[in-house]
Every structure is written in structure tokens, then in C-alpha cells.
């Protein structure tokens, strides 16, 4: 179960999160945190438009819901990166999926599908795939988590570069930090649905934080389009977010002496270590 739990129903099986990169460490729980709940003021189908993509492996011709980038605006974002907008959660957008055979990636790499992993594909999502399109004007929390989980299946199904699918952890906690922010504080259920978040997001937090480490040991900058600097300053708000502060503070001090790192990363790195410094103190460490 975990992280995956509830694709079974749309004919994905046996999907497990601890296999991803073959080594997995325990998920920290951390804890719980009161989150606002943020009331959007427009529809959030005013800031979509449905994208027409043809399907790579099925040829199908489908459409995914877009956020107009021109309509909406970034107020900042959190110490992992992940971009807040005024109006609506952007990051719900990201991922295409083809409602016929399974197939989902983010937007950017979804037309490109080599043929064998079009096979794998075919043989491992499609044959089982069992989705009903609700033809949404909008994706709920839910949507877009399955939509992200269905990407990430699909990673693994076609053995993608480690920092393929970390990126796609990263932004699948995203949303789940964001259906967090969403819940509504008097509803019966707040609790228990909070705390399935939290448990939740750590998860996706760790597979992001294990896979950004494989892939900055394996492979060539930039990562996920980041440089070198971004990746560590990543991995050490990944490290802080999963109370790991000891790895976050010796990734912190390195790009802080960097000579490669813009001021902008360095400014976050400086910020963040003041953070970690006082974790370590509480932690009694230093
Ligand atoms: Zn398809």
C-alpha cells in the first residue's frame, strides 16, 4: 500500500515505492503543522484551457487541462521550490495523461516515448488500464495526485533516469502539501485526512530526496534543468523538510563558498542555514 495505494482501482497493481530505486530509508513523520486554507477568489476553470496532444503510444488524440501562464501570478514559493501563485495550485497541471492506455508524463517530456519504452508501456499500464474520463473543467487534489502517481508508474515502468522521477516525487508532494492546505478545518474528517497528508508527502518528499542524490552522483548537470548549486540547495530543503539537518548543513555550507553559485541560491542557502543552525541546537548538536 502507501504511496500508491488507490491506482488499483484504475487497473495499476502491485506498485511499490520502495523499489523505485532499489534502497530506501524510513520516512520521518514530522510534525503537524496548522495550514491555512487558501479560498481561491475566481474559478479556477477561468485561468485552464484544454491542450490538444496526440497520444505517443496509443496515437489517440487527447486534451489536458493547461494554466494560461499569462493569467496567473507567482507571490513566491516554498523552501523546496515549490512556486505558489495568487489564484489557483499550478503544480496540479503539470502531468498529461492518456485517459485509454495509462500513458502520463509532465507535459515537457510527454510527446517523446523511445519505441521500447512504448512496448514496456503498452505491456505493463495499458494492458490493465481501466480509467473512466470525468471530462473534469477543473483537476481536484485527487485528479491531480493520480495523475502524478500515474507518471511516476509509468517512470518506473520504463526505467527513467532517477532524476526523472524524483522530479516527479517532488512535485507529487507539492500537491499533496497543497490538498493539505485545501482541507477544510471544520470538516469531521480534518484530522485524520490532514495527517494522511503529512504521512504522505514525507513519502514522496524521501523517494525525491533518495533519487536527486542517486542522480547527483550519476548523472550530468543540469538536473531536472538544474545546476549544480539548485540540485544541493534542493537536496539540503529536502534534508530539512525530513529533519535530516546534519547532511542539509554541509550541502549549505558549499554552496554558500561556491564560486559557481548565483547570488539568488546563495541568498536561499543563507536563509536556509539559519534555519538548520537552529535545528541543530535544538537537537542539541552544536
Ligand atoms: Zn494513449
Not at 473534469?136 to 527513467?160: C, G, H, P, Q, W
Not at 541568498?267 to 541546537?281: C, G, P, T, Y
Amino acid at each position: 500500500m502507501g504511496l500508491f495505494s488507490g491506482m488499483e482501482k484504475f487497473g495499476i497493481k502491485n506498485v511499490d515505492a520502495k523499489k523505485m530505486y532499489e534502497k530506501q530509508e524510513k520516512p520521518v513523520e514530522k510534525q503537524q503543522e496548522v495550514v491555512k486554507k487558501t479560498v481561491p477568489e475566481e474559478p479556477e476553470e477561468n485561468f485552464l484551457f484544454a491542450k490538444k496532444y496526440d497520444c505517443p503510444v496509443c496515437n489517440t488524440s487527447i486534451t489536458s487541462l493547461t494554466v494560461k501562464s499569462s493569467k496567473v501570478r507567482m507571490i513566491g514559493s516554498d523552501m523546496d521550490l515549490r512556486p505558489k501563485y495568487q489564484q489557483m495550485d499550478a503544480t496540479k497541471y503539470d502531468i498529461v495523461m492518456c485517459p485509454k492506455c495509462g500513458y502520463a508524463n509532465t507535459a515537457k517530456n510527454f510527446p517523446m516515448v523511445m519505441p521500447a519504452h512504448k512496448k514496456m508501456i503498452i505491456d505493463n499500464i495499458s494492458k490493465t488500464f481501466n480509467y473512466k474520463d470525468p471530462q473534469s473543467t477543473f483537476y481536484s487534489y485527487d485528479e491531480a495526485i493520480m495523475r502524478y502517481k500515474l507518471a511516476l508508474t509509468n517512470a518506473m515502468v520504463k526505467n527513467s533516469k532517477d532524476s526523472e522521477k524524483a522530479y516527479i516525487c517532488l512535485k507529487l508532494a507539492w500537491v499533496i502539501r497543497g490538498k493539505a492546505e485545501s482541507l477544510d478545518p471544520s470538516s469531521a474528517s480534518y484530522k485524520d485526512d490532514l495527517e494522511e497528508c503529512k504521512v504522505d508527502e514525507q513519502g514522496a518528499l524521501q523517494l525525491a530526496k533518495d533519487g536527486f542524490i542517486n542522480a547527483r552522483a550519476s548523472e550530468d548537470f543540469p538536473i531536472a534543468g538544474m545546476d549544480e548549486p539548485t540540485v544541493d540547495y534542493l537536496i539540503s530543503a529536502l534534508c530539512v523538510e525530513l529533519d535530516d539537518p546534519k547532511t542539509a548543513a554541509k550541502l549549505l555550507s558549499n554552496i554558500i563558498v561556491s564560486k559557481t553559485a548565483s547570488s539568488r541560491v546563495k541568498d536561499r542557502a543563507r536563509d536556509l542555514m539559519a534555519k538548520v543552525k537552529k535545528m541543530l541546537e535544538e537537537a542539541g548538536e552544536e
